[in-house]
């Protein structure tokens, strides 16, 4: 096997495990988690909480599920 073969071989190999993460973080609350609390802090912010607000208020909501 020449380099060249083993190096496409690494590229796949890596590939195919980025995609089973990918995989894990949509069956599991990982994505979701980390989307619901993006939409929080974005609510947070249209209804004018500022500086240390903002991450006390979002964190309230996404604990509340009110985010979903």
Known sequence: MNSADRLVRV???VGLAQNFVA???LA???VQKG???LHAKN????????GEEVALVAD????KGACG
């Open 43 to 50: 609510i947070t912010l249209r209804a004018g909480a500022e």
């Open 35 to 37: 989307r619901m609390a």
């Open 28 to 30: 599991t609350t990982g």
């Open 11 to 13: 590229i796949v190999a």
């Open 23 to 25: 995989l894990k973080a």
């Open 60 to 63: 309230a909501l996404v604990k």
